[in-house]
């Protein structure tokens, strides 16, 4: 798994092209810092849906918790939350998707 680095996008600094840096989704899956205001942009560029999995380690009453999914269509964007819900033993979010060619991604933050 590739460690993503995330883009800081502040409101004082304005508009910040996140498209233009994404980077390509590895065959392995990625990981990616979680919390609040923290977003994965992903751009499927390939002619087939793509299938992203977020891993939720956690569990609640013994019982695991399902890892969701989300489906980024053919030529589309997508902006999913990296809740804290998300995060692993080693603090980051788990991240694999259906297929790689044609997909970019880039983990996000929102500040002040």
């Known amino acids: 798994m590739a460690d993503l680095t995330s883009t800081k996008v502040t409101v004082a600094a304005g ?3 996140v498209a233009a840096q994404a980077t390509a989704a590895a065959s392995g ?3 990616a810092p979680v919390g609040p205001g923290r ?3 992903v751009n499927n560029g390939g002619a087939s849906s793509v299938t992203v999995t977020l891993a ?3 569990s609640v009453s013994g019982l695991a918790l399902p890892d969701p999914t989300y489906t980024v269509a053919a030529g589309k964007h997508a902006i999913i939350p990296l809740a804290n819900i998300f995060r692993g033993a080693t603090g980051r979010a788990s991240i694999t998707y259906s297929a790689v060619t044609s997909v970019t991604v880039r983990p996000f933050e929102l500040g002040s």
């Open 15 to 17: 508009v910040v092209d």
């Open 29 to 31: 899956g990625d990981t």
């Open 39 to 41: 977003f994965l942009y």
């Open 56 to 58: 939720t380690p956690g």
